[in-house]
């Protein structure tokens, strides 16, 4: 078993930076699969990124393609999502997500095993 949590998020002007983070405990991020997932008020969940356990491939949504890049620190346990030039529509909590890695085969959508609580994340206009 792993635990995620994530930290970072609050409250930003339109256009501006954030970055937030999720640590993993009870094990190593070393051989998992990672993502950030967010949801907003009365919307579906959705994917927003996703690396690889070796940072060797990388996803994104097409709404964050640009903006926002995913990256993570296996020695830290920590993944990262920096996000740029934030709009209103970026506002929604955002969960950290992971899968073991079984094999040779990789789905940057999932299916993610694991997840957080989720941050906060809000945009004013």
């Known amino acids: 078993q792993v635990q995620l949590v994530e930290s970072g998020g609050g409250l930003v002007q339109a256009g501006g930076s954030l970055r937030i983070s999720c640590t993993a405990s009870g094990r190593t991020l070393s051989y998992f699969h990672t993502g950030w997932f967010r949801q907003a008020p009365g919307r579906q969940r959705e994917f927003v990124a996703s690396?690889?356990?070796?940072?060797?491939?990388?996803s994104y949504a097409l709404s964050v393609k640009g903006r926002f890049t995913i990256s993570r620190d296996n020695a830290k346990n920590t993944v990262y999502l920096q996000m740029n030039d934030l709009k209103p529509g970026d506002t929604a909590v955002y969960y950290c997500?992971?899968?073991?890695?079984?094999?040779?085969?990789?789905?940057?959508?999932?299916?993610?095993?694991?997840w957080g609580q989720g941050t906060q994340v809000t945009v004013s206009s």
């Open positions: 997500a992971a899968s073991e890695v079984t094999g040779n085969n990789w789905s940057p959508f999932g299916p993610f095993d694991y």
């Open positions: 690396i690889s356990w070796n940072a060797g491939s990388t």
